[in-house]
């Protein structure tokens, strides 16, 4: 499964990719509105440290303007993905945007219905939000098992992102349903990295090598 960090900082960003753990970002207005910089700053950042798919989301609401936004941002740099959100404007956009060879992430994904639409108006990547779903007292990771046997099913292209991922439960489970991809917040990195017996283990070989006698 790759792995995508879902941030539109820098600082969270390089600490992952640098460590070869991270193949892409997904970014979107939330996470950007977090940041001090500007949008064309944080762009600019993020394309110059990551080498892989990075989605921005546009944020106009009709077919015509969508693809605008998306033409102009996948102009920026190679590795641009354009987020579009899944609406029937945001299908009109994507079909145009894969016409012309632009990558597509189809977001705020809620049913394995809207991720076979948005498979089937060519969406590169599809993202289903889990823990938003969760919140509303509905089963995410369902969702995520029922588009992952559509795609399997019929050999549908485009990829599924695990999105809105809470904890590292979630990642495991999305992993396990066969998912394409996870886009996970900087802090469930950190919680996936660390287990207390590590921590434990690494002190007890630690003090044991001390006493070891050593001949220099
Ligand atoms: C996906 O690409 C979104 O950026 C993200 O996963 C949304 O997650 P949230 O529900 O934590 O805002």
């Known amino acids: ?3 995508f960090i879902d941030t539109a900082n ?3 960003i390089k600490k992952y990719y640098e ?4 193949d892409g970002v ?3 207005p939330s996470l950007i509105a977090k940041e001090t910089k500007s949008f064309e700053e944080i762009i600019k950042e993020i394309v110059s440290v990551v080498n892989g798919p990075i989605s921005i989301e546009a944020t106009a609401e009709n077919a015509e303007d969508i693809i605008k936004e998306g ?3 996948s102009k920026i740099h190679k590795n641009i993905v354009i987020k579009v959100a899944m609406n029937e404007e945001g299908l009109k956009a994507i079909k145009e945007l894969t016409k012309k060879n632009i990558k597509t992430n189809c977001t705020l994904i809620f049913s394995a219905n809207q991720a076979l639409l948005a498979a089937k108006a060519g969406a590169t990547y599809v993202s289903v939000f889990i823990g938003r779903l969760d919140d509303a007292g509905n089963d995410g990771m369902q969702v995520i098992k029922d588009t992952m046997e559509i795609f399997k099913k019929f050999g549908i292209k485009s990829k ?4 809105s991922i809470r904890n590292p439960i979630h990642v495991i489970e999305s992993a396990k349903a066969g998912s394409d991809v996870a886009t996970i917040p900087f802090k469930v ?8 017996l590590t921590d434990k283990g690494i002190q007890k070989f630690l003090d044991d090598w001390k006493k070891v006698k050593k001949d220099v």
Not at 19 to 22: R, S
Not at 189 to 196: A, N, V
């Open 1 to 3: 499964m790759e792995v």
């Open 10 to 12: 820098i600082k969270e």
């Open 19 to 22: 460590m070869g753990i991270v």
């Open 26 to 28: 997904t970014t979107n």
């Open 71 to 73: 033409e102009k941002y």
């Open 160 to 163: 599924l992102i695990a999105a």
């Open 189 to 196: 990195l950190d919680l996936m990295i660390k287990h207390p």
